[in-house]
């Protein structure tokens, strides 16, 4: 069953939509929110080992809810379907390696704790220690990582108050924190061996039960870590004629971990160029050039590899792109660099 099915088993059950007035709690925040019918935690990087060379990675574990949770339930009801995606990119080498996954919460295969942060689907996890960092495992037939993640700046709101608008509808929304500015440190195994890697991480959590505004056919995603300290992160919902729907908007973090919030007129995104993939023939934006006119910052997003397209057919389906990349440019009239995440959905067929 992947996630359109799954969603549309979850439709008849009564979710708690994402409303404004929401009070956070954290670490509860951090944990599974059971009356939310879709839930995601989100965890992306950029690494380096000791010559230099550099690796992205993405790990990311899904949630839908199908049934509400019942005290006294048996340990094979199935009250939520789990999806996970794994990629690392070789920088080096030029190779790109991915694989998802399905899994169900009967018998424990597959879950999600309340109360602080634990996912898993069979053997890949996320968790948070209780000295609050995040530990991530996850191995495929080829390739496997092994990251401990330290924040270094406090957890930020994204949207207005936490709510991110993803339409005009009442519950067209999530509730979306990020950690923007995580230092990541622990092995990375490929093909070619096992390596060392230190580098920088992102992690988003979002949840909410409405699905996207009607006409949004996918989204433009990016996250930035500017060597200056501040952070980026930007979304465009895209209706079919490729325009962004007004409730797109961004959140800007400064070096101090005090966030901003974006709305769409704050910020530009246009492509810089294209590619077009030759597994599944979808033609994606590569390349893009960023502006903020209020900061008098503009940014140059590139791929670190043109290839870094995700076949997520045997989980949620279909294609998306989900790529490291390298930032330069300006930030208040000074040289920037970075590096940064884009995620690229709804240009492929179904």
Same mark, same amino acid.
């Given at each position: 069953?992947?996630?359109?099915?799954?969603?549309?088993?979850?439709?008849?059950?009564?979710?708690?939509?994402?409303?404004?007035?929401?009070?956070?709690?954290?670490?509860?925040?951090?944990?599974?929110?059971?009356?939310?019918?879709?839930?995601?935690? &989100?965890?992306?990087?950029?690494?380096?080992?000791?010559?230099?060379?550099?690796?992205?990675?993405?790990?990311?574990?899904?949630?839908?809810?199908?049934?509400?949770?019942?005290?006294?339930?048996?340990?094979?009801?199935?009250?939520?379907?789990?999806?996970?995606?794994?990629?690392?990119?070789?920088? $080096?080498?030029?190779?790109?390696?991915?694989?998802?996954?399905?899994?169900?919460?009967?018998?424990?295969?597959?879950?999600?704790?309340?109360?602080?942060?634990?996912?898993?689907?069979?053997?890949?996890?996320?968790?948070?220690?209780?000295?609050?960092?995040?530990?991530?495992?996850? #191995?495929?037939?080829?390739?496997?990582?092994?990251?401990?993640?330290?924040?270094?700046?406090?957890?930020?709101?994204?949207?207005?108050?936490?709510?991110?608008?993803?339409?005009?509808?009442?519950?067209?929304?999530?509730?979306?924190?990020?950690?923007?500015?995580?230092?990541?440190?622990?092995?990375?195994?490929?093909?070619?061996?096992?390596?060392?890697?230190?580098?920088?991480?992102?992690?988003?959590?979002?949840?909410?039960?409405?699905?996207?505004?009607?006409?949004?056919?996918?989204?433009?995603?990016?996250?930035?870590?500017?060597?200056?300290? #501040?952070?980026?992160?930007?979304?465009?919902?895209?209706?079919?004629?490729?325009?962004?729907?007004?409730?797109?908007?961004?959140?800007?973090?400064?070096?101090?971990? #005090?966030?901003?919030?974006?709305?769409?007129?704050?910020?530009?995104?246009?492509?810089?160029?294209?590619?077009?993939?030759?597994?599944?023939?979808?033609?994606?934006?590569?390349?893009?050039?960023? #502006?903020?006119? $209020?900061?008098?910052?503009?940014?140059?997003?590139?791929?670190?590899?043109?290839?870094?397209?995700?076949?997520?057919?045997?989980?949620?389906?279909?294609? &998306?792109?989900?790529?490291?990349?390298?930032?330069?440019?300006?930030?208040?009239?000074?040289?920037?660099?970075?590096?940064?995440?884009?995620?690229?959905?709804?240009?492929?067929?179904?």
């Amino acid at each position: 069953m992947n996630i359109v099915l799954a969603a549309a088993a979850a439709a008849a059950v009564t979710w708690q939509p994402a409303l404004p007035g929401y009070t956070f709690h954290f670490p509860a925040d951090f944990g599974a929110h059971e009356s939310s019918r879709d839930e995601w935690w &989100y965890y992306t990087g950029n690494l380096r080992d000791a010559r230099g060379h550099r690796y992205g990675f993405e790990l990311t574990f899904f949630r839908v809810g199908i049934q509400p949770h019942l005290a006294g339930g048996s340990p094979w009801d199935i009250d939520d379907l789990y999806f996970a995606h794994f990629a690392a990119a070789d920088a $080096a080498s030029g190779a790109y390696y991915h694989v998802d996954r399905t899994g169900r919460a009967a018998l424990h295969a597959a879950g999600a704790t309340t109360g602080d942060e634990r996912v898993w689907l069979g053997k890949w996890s996320a968790r948070r220690t209780a000295a609050g960092k995040h530990v991530l495992q996850a #191995r495929a037939d080829d390739f496997a990582l092994d990251l401990t993640l330290s924040p270094r700046k406090p957890v930020v709101l994204n949207g207005r108050d936490g709510v991110s608008r993803k339409g005009s509808c009442r519950g067209c929304a999530s509730h979306y924190y990020s950690f923007t500015d995580l230092t990541a440190r622990g092995m990375l195994s490929l093909p070619s061996g096992n390596v060392a890697v230190t580098g920088g991480a992102w992690n988003d959590h979002e949840w909410g039960s409405a699905a996207l505004e009607p006409g949004v056919v996918g989204w433009d995603w990016f996250s930035v870590q500017l060597d200056d300290g #501040r952070e980026l992160m930007l979304y465009l919902l895209r209706r079919a004629d490729g325009s962004a729907i007004p409730q797109s908007s961004g959140t800007l973090v400064d070096g101090q971990g #005090r966030a901003v919030y974006l709305p769409l007129a704050k910020f530009s995104v246009a492509p810089l160029g294209a590619w077009t993939s030759p597994h599944s023939r979808a033609r994606y934006p590569a390349g893009w050039l960023v #502006r903020l006119p $209020a900061y008098r910052a503009e940014l140059t997003i590139s791929p670190l590899l043109a290839d870094q397209e995700f076949d997520a057919s045997h989980s949620t389906g279909g294609h &998306y792109w989900e790529g490291a990349c390298s930032v330069t440019g300006s930030f208040g009239g000074k040289h920037v660099a970075g590096q940064g995440y884009t995620e690229l959905t709804g240009y492929a067929p179904k």
